[in-house]
């Protein structure tokens, strides 16, 4: 029998990361400490290493700004962390909007408010990237990067780190959205820079594996996870998830009761190209 902490740990773990990083992100502003400063489009590492937003960046580019050198050096950091690690492990890792969406779908399910709608989705994947394309057409056309004014993940970090109030505004309409309109409704289907890291994450190499052999087709796996048309191969076939929509969040793995599912390094050069072989979204 599984006990709590293999039930959880992955999911304990991602607590830990994500409140500790507002926790230092907190103590930068509050207190001085130099382990991280800035915010999620723009920090610096013990005021040595930059770490910059590429989509921010991508904006910016748009608009007709020319980028500094830190700024630059910043995007390549971040970029080769998340080809190395698995570019929406920022979404399920790193963004505190996370906490409140996975917390709307965990009311969700103790209402039954699926059970009631009837698993009608009003909004499809695809959303996310035609809203990307949206953010690089309005930000060359006005001449600003435009998601980083209205987003509400940089309103939720600094309302938490900086204490705006509009952040939490911003934390009540996601969790309100989640809860009442489509469960991970803003992560899943909405948010262009979770669409931006799954075209990064496409070529990352820390992936789930799959193991058919040990599949007994209890489908938790589908249940919990934010993006379950990743895991078409499921009972199936062996081989890794390497669409770049997994947040590599690990929720599948917990819940797995036949070990059919784990973290693997992924091959320089696949022997199967089933990456984008996703199931076709509803």
């Not at 920090?43 to 930059?50: A, T």
């Not at 709608?117 to 009003?122: A, D, S």
């Not at 394309?133 to 060359?140: E, F, K, Q, T, Y």
Request: proline share 3%; net charge positive; hydrophobic share 50%.
């Amino acid at each position: 029998m599984k006990t709590v902490w293999n039930n959880y740990r992955y999911l304990i773990m991602r607590r830990v990361v994500q409140v500790g990083l507002l926790f230092l992100y907190f103590g930068g502003n509050a207190w001085g400490w130099t382990i991280l400063r800035g915010n999620l489009s723009s920090s610096r590492i013990f005021d040595m290493v930059p770490m910059s937003d590429p989509y921010a960046a991508l904006q910016m580019l748009a608009a007709g700004v020319l980028l500094a050198s830190d700024l630059l050096i910043g995007v390549a950091v971040a970029t080769v962390f998340y080809l190395l690690i698995g570019g929406r492990v920022f979404c399920s890792w790193v963004c505190p909007v996370n906490m409140i969406t996975d917390a709307a779908a965990w009311l969700r399910e103790k209402l039954e408010i699926n059970r009631v709608q009837n698993g009608k989705v009003p909004i499809s994947r695809n959303m996310r990237y035609w809203v990307l394309g949206l953010s690089l057409v309005i930000s060359a056309a006005m001449g600003v990067a435009a998601f980083e004014f209205i987003s509400p993940i940089s309103m939720v970090h600094r309302g938490i780190v900086f204490g705006l109030g509009f952040g939490w505004a911003a934390m009540l309409v996601i969790f309100l959205f989640d809860l009442f309109v489509l469960k991970n409704g803003w992560c899943g289907h909405v948010c262009p820079l979770g669409g931006f890291y799954s075209l990064l994450g496409r070529f990352s190499l820390i992936r789930v594996h799959h193991d058919e052999e040990a599949c007994t087709l209890c489908m938790k796996c589908k249940v919990i996870c934010p993006e379950p048309q990743v895991l078409y191969m499921v009972g199936k076939e062996t081989i890794p998830v390497l669409s770049g929509e997994c947040t590599n969040c690990a929720r599948c793995i917990e819940v797995c009761d036949d070990d059919a599912l784990g973290f693997s390094i992924r091959k320089l050069v696949d022997n199967k190209t089933t990456g984008d072989k996703d199931e076709s979204n509803k």
